[in-house]
C-alpha cells in the first residue's frame, strides 16, 4: 500500500513537473514572439528613421545648390555689367583722347 502511494505521489509530482515544464515552454514562446515583434518594430522605425533623415539631407542639399547656383547666377550677372562698363569707359576715353588729338 505505501509503495502505491508513494507511486501515486511520484506521478503527481512528476505530473506537476510536466505541467510546469509546459507552461515555461508556452511562456517562453509567447515571450519569444513578443521579442521578434519588438525587434520588427525597432527596425521598421529605424528604417524609417533612416529614410526621413536621408529626405531631410536631399533636401537641405537641394536648398543649398538652389541657393548656390542663384548666386552664381547672380555673379555672372554683375560681372557682365561691370565688363559692359569697362568696354562703355574704354570707349569714353577712345572718344575723348581723340577729341584732345583733334584739338592738338
Known sequence: RKSEEREAEWRNKHNSVEELSSNFRSSERR???????LEQSLRAASENAER???DEVRAALATARQGLETELADTKNHQQEQEATINSLEREVT?????VQDLQ
Open 31 to 37: 515571450y519569444e514572439a513578443k521579442i521578434a515583434k
Open 52 to 54: 526621413q533623415v536621408q
Open 95 to 99: 572718344r575723348l583722347t581723340n577729341q
